[in-house]
């Protein structure tokens, strides 16, 4: 563990744990591309919390709460450039950007529940864990099969009829109702019917809106755009900025996971381990790489998702650890 400097010191960027501390180091070489991979699979090799640590280091670097922090703590003058440090754990040291992150991680880190899940327990009205797929029957005799770890809020009160997607993918079968429409809302726009079916997934850049029968109307939920409407067997994303027809798929590979499946066509290894992740306990952590954008195919049973990791990881040509605590590192 290196010294803390003065300068340091003050950024206020040091985390209490020592553990959790050098995570921090480390993350910010991974993201700087200045980490020595023989060095790093030491410091996971000396227990189980480093990697654990280091998982959730990860997992708060992109979050929204991060990006405001870091630009709440930057510094308005930049100090001096230090000198060149060896590359050792014990000297290096963080330019001020670096130390910026650091100190929100360091804030952060100290309220698990920005990644705990916590939020979503309590807002939610119906979740599912990794790897379970559950069907609701609504009140207004419509029907929805959640994904793993997805989590909706429901509002059947006053007539209404609205599902907010927070977090995941559900397919919905609605109850034909034409004096009551059937909305659901996601990370980016809105799903308006009166009897279809049809399957929403919420995802970091989009939602994505894929009908299998009847018809649906997409909106953005921020402005005042016109609706798009969706015939069956077409895929539609909305995003910030626009509502967008994807390429056309065969509907049974994206609804692959009703029946258990994994389906995988093409995909970088990246988008591959994300999708496959999200059915496993597992965390995940990878090297930035060059491999992670090498496409995988497949088809894997949901039950048996560790083993489609190895699967998807081996054929991309990339190597897989695993460690203590349900870690599993990839480089």
Same mark, same amino acid.
């Given at each position: 563990?290196?010294?803390?400097?003065?300068?340091?010191d003050?950024?206020?960027?040091r985390h209490?744990?020592?553990?959790?501390?050098?995570?921090?180091?480390?993350?910010?070489?991974?993201?700087?591309?200045?980490?020595?991979?023989?060095?790093?699979?030491?410091?996971?090799?000396?227990?189980?919390?480093? +990697?654990?640590? !280091?998982?959730?280091? *990860?997992?708060?670097?992109?979050?929204?709460e *991060?990006?405001?922090a870091?630009?709440?703590?930057?510094?308005?003058?930049?100090?001096?450039?230090?000198a060149?440090?060896?590359?050792?754990?014990?000297?290096?040291? !963080?330019?001020?950007? /670096? !130390?910026?992150?650091?100190?929100?991680?360091?804030? /952060?880190?100290?309220? @698990?529940?920005?990644?705990?899940?916590?939020?979503?327990?309590?807002?939610?009205?119906?979740?599912?864990?990794?790897?379970?797929?559950?069907?609701?029957?609504?009140?207004?005799?419509s029907?929805?099969?959640?994904?793993?770890?997805?989590?909706?809020?429901?509002?059947?009160?006053?007539?209404?009829?609205?599902?907010?997607?927070?977090?995941?993918?559900?397919?919905?079968?609605?109850?034909?109702?034409?004096?009551? @429409?059937?909305?659901?809302?996601?990370?980016?726009?809105?799903?308006?019917?009166? +009897?279809?079916?049809?399957?929403?997934?919420?995802?970091?850049?989009?939602?994505?809106?894929?009908?299998?029968?009847?018809?649906?109307? !997409?909106?953005?939920?921020?402005?005042?755009?016109?609706?798009?409407?969706?015939?069956?067997?077409?895929?539609?994303?909305?995003?910030?900025?626009?509502?967008?027809?994807?390429?056309?798929?065969?509907?049974?590979?994206?609804?692959?996971?009703?029946?258990?499946?994994?389906?995988?066509? /093409?995909?970088?290894?990246?988008?591959?381990?994300?999708?496959? +992740?999200?059915?496993?306990?597992?965390?995940?952590?990878?090297?930035?790489?060059?491999?992670?954008?090498? @496409?995988?195919? +497949?088809?894997?049973?949901?039950?048996?998702?560790?083993?489609?990791?190895?699967?998807?990881?081996?054929?991309?040509?990339?190597?897989?650890?695993?460690?203590?605590?349900g870690?599993?590192?990839?480089?």
């Amino acid at each position: 563990m290196h010294v803390l400097t003065d300068q340091e010191d003050e950024a206020g960027y040091r985390h209490p744990d020592p553990v959790t501390d050098q995570a921090l180091e480390w993350v910010l070489r991974l993201k700087a591309r200045e980490a020595d991979s023989t060095a790093l699979n030491a410091w996971l090799a000396e227990g189980a919390d480093r +990697g654990e640590a !280091l998982a959730r280091v *990860l997992a708060l670097y992109d979050c929204p709460e *991060l990006t405001v922090a870091t630009a709440q703590t930057m510094p308005t003058e930049k100090p001096p450039i230090p000198a060149s440090p060896r590359p050792t754990a014990t000297s290096w040291r !963080l330019s001020p950007v /670096a !130390l910026a992150v650091a100190a929100s991680l360091a804030v /952060a880190l100290m309220v @698990p529940l920005l990644v705990s899940g916590w939020f979503l327990g309590k807002r939610a009205d119906y979740r599912t864990a990794a790897g379970e797929i559950v069907t609701i029957d609504l009140p207004d005799g419509s029907r929805l099969q959640m994904n793993s770890q997805t989590a909706v809020t429901v509002d059947f009160e006053d007539g209404r009829r609205a599902v907010s997607l927070l977090q995941g993918e559900a397919f919905f079968e609605v109850a034909h109702d034409s004096t009551r @429409p059937f909305t659901v809302t996601g990370g980016f726009g809105i799903v308006k019917v009166t +009897g279809t079916a049809f399957n929403v997934a919420r995802e970091a850049a989009a939602d994505v809106v894929h009908l299998q029968s009847g018809r649906v109307m !997409l909106t953005r939920d921020d402005t005042q755009s016109s609706p798009v409407a969706l015939s069956p067997g077409q895929t539609a994303a909305v995003d910030h900025s626009r509502i967008s027809f994807l390429p056309a798929e065969d509907g049974e590979t994206r609804l692959a996971w009703r029946e258990g499946w994994i389906q995988l066509s /093409a995909e970088p290894l990246r988008a591959a381990l994300e999708e496959i +992740g999200r059915h496993t306990d597992l965390t995940i952590v990878t090297l930035p790489t060059a491999v992670l954008d090498t @496409p995988v195919s +497949g088809s894997f049973r949901i039950a048996e998702a560790g083993a489609a990791i190895e699967s998807v990881v081996t054929a991309a040509g990339a190597r897989i650890e695993h460690l203590p605590g349900g870690v599993i590192f990839i480089h």
